[in-house]
């Protein structure tokens, strides 16, 4: 008789129906149900790291890759290869779009991550909704997920830059790396990363976070920097929902 590796079954709805097909039932088959929460939750982790694996390969893959080409060609002598950096920075990439999933968006001031929606990389991890009956099971694990690609010592900051355009930089005790805003906002990430550089901009002035149960790797020592991140985002939306007019211009009105 061939039987499945029940650690492999992904959720306990399956388990379950499986274990009645096999004549488990009652207190036994919650038993085994409760016994088997943890490989469940390994596979939900696996599930989250790969999803936000592709992401990072969809929007930043290929400048990656050219920054680890120049790297490799410019410094042969360096302690690491470019192909070295280039695998820590997709980590620390996969630990942002991982934050970025957990800040979310919506509620009050439309920046408070209320919203039930996940980010699209994550759409299709069980519901898809932080707000369904699988959604603390798939946070859980999206947050393992973010340790697993950033370790403990993970940071999320807004660096001073000269130029106009926004940044916002990742680092831990391996590397750091810094992606525009604009980069982000063409991904699809506009609206949770506005609400991360609100958390940022408020905890730089001293203000309360939003929620207490955001995530609280937020270096928020710049005030202007995360006011620069705020500004563009602000203007992306703004752009995005009343199309390329601006606010300041005078529209006529056909009466």
């Not at 490989?39 to 929007?59: F, L, Q």
């Not at 203007?235 to 606010?247: I, K, L, R, W, Y």
């Amino acid at each position: 008789m061939n039987t499945p590796d029940i650690t492999q079954i992904p959720t306990r709805k399956a388990l379950r129906e499986h274990l009645s097909e096999v004549g488990i039932t009652g207190a036994a088959q919650e038993a085994i149900l409760g016994e088997t929460g943890h490989y469940r939750h390994d596979i939900r982790v696996r599930a989250a790291a790969t999803a936000a694996t592709v992401e990072v390969e969809r929007t930043w893959g290929p400048l990656i890759a050219a920054e680890a080409e120049a790297m490799d060609d410019g410094i042969p002598s360096r302690q690491w290869t470019g192909h070295g950096w280039a695998a820590d920075v997709k980590n620390l990439l996969g630990f942002l779009v991982c934050t970025l999933d957990a800040f979310g968006h919506g509620g009050p001031d439309g920046v408070s991550g209320a919203a039930t929606g996940r980010i699209a990389a994550f759409g299709g991890l069980g519901s898809g909704r932080k707000q369904a009956t699988d959604g603390e099971a798939w946070t859980a694990a999206i947050r393992e997920a973010a340790i697993g690609f950033g370790g403990s010592l993970a940071r999320i900051y807004a660096p001073e830059q000269p130029q106009e355009q926004a940044y916002l930089g990742v680092r831990n005790n391996e590397c750091s790396y810094t992606v525009t805003i604009s980069s982000l906002i063409l991904a699809g990430l506009g609206p949770e990363t506005l609400t991360l550089c609100r958390e940022g901009l408020r905890l730089s002035l001293g203000l309360a976070p939003w929620f207490a149960s955001h995530p609280t790797e937020l270096d928020a020592d710049c005030p202007t920097a995360w006011a620069t991140c705020v500004n563009e985002l602000t203007a992306a939306a703004a752009v995005e929902t009343n199309g390329d007019v601006s606010p300041d211009e005078d529209v006529a009105v056909i009466s």
